[in-house]
Structure formats: structure tokens, C-alpha cells
């Protein structure tokens, strides 16, 4: 496909491919940069108080044995809790649905969807 440059006259070849490599890039640049900002979001927000109306709730979690009492807002799966709250990754979120089942915990021995 051959394109002719206004800015300099001259002509420059874009292919289908080039174009779509660029489009994708773009896009996880987009959503990791999200991602890294929300994480150091999460951890800065968490010192301040919550929003109004927000409700939060203290509770203990047993993990691995271990009891561990964090603030947990009533929004918030059990996966983003394990994950983001209590540093856990090792809960993965998949699907959000109960679908896929990436997000399965043990509980008193049975598993369970997180998200």
C-alpha cells in the first residue's frame, strides 16, 4: 500500500501488519500503565480514610493457618482481598463470572470461586 506523506511529499509503505503490531502495543502499554497505577493507587489509598459511604469492615482471615485481620470494603472479592490487600497472588483473577475457575480457593477444604 503505498501512501504519500503530505508533511514531506514523500512516500512511505504501511502494511496491514505493521499497523496492527502498533495497535496492540499501544493497547498494553495502555492497560499495564493501568494496572500500575491503580496497584500504587491502591497502596497509597489505603493509609486515607475511606470515601463516604463507603463502608469498610475489619475481619480476620485464616490463611495458610496464619490470622490476619484486614479492612475489607463490602464491594471487594475475596480474590482482591487475597491478592491486593494481604499481598497473596497466588489467587488469580480470570473471567470476574465464576466461569473459569482460575480464581479457586480452599475453604475449610472445599473449593470455592474468589471472584
Known amino acids: 500500500m503505498e501512501e504519500l506523506d503530505i508533511s514531506t511529499g514523500a512516500n512511505r509503505t ?15 502499554t495502555a492497560s499495564s500503565a ?5 496497584a500504587a493507587g491502591a497502596t497509597a489509598t489505603s493509609a486515607l480514610p475511606s470515601a463516604q459511604g463507603a463502608v469498610e469492615r475489619l475481619i480476620t482471615l485464616n490463611v495458610n493457618g496464619q490470622a490476619r485481620r484486614v479492612d475489607v470494603p463490602k464491594q471487594e472479592t ?3 482481598t487475597l491478592r491486593y490487600r494481604l499481598g497473596l497472588t497466588g ?9 473459569c475457575g482460575a480464581c479457586t480457593v480452599l475453604l475449610d477444604g472445599v473449593g470455592h470461586y474468589s471472584c
Open 91 to 99: 489467587t488469580k483473577l480470570g473471567c470476574d463470572r465464576a466461569e
Open 78 to 80: 475475596l480474590a482482591m
Open 14 to 28: 504501511v502494511s496491514r501488519r505493521t499497523f496492527i503490531k502498533g495497535v496492540i502495543a499501544a493497547g498494553a
Open 34 to 38: 493501568a494496572y500500575v497505577f491503580r
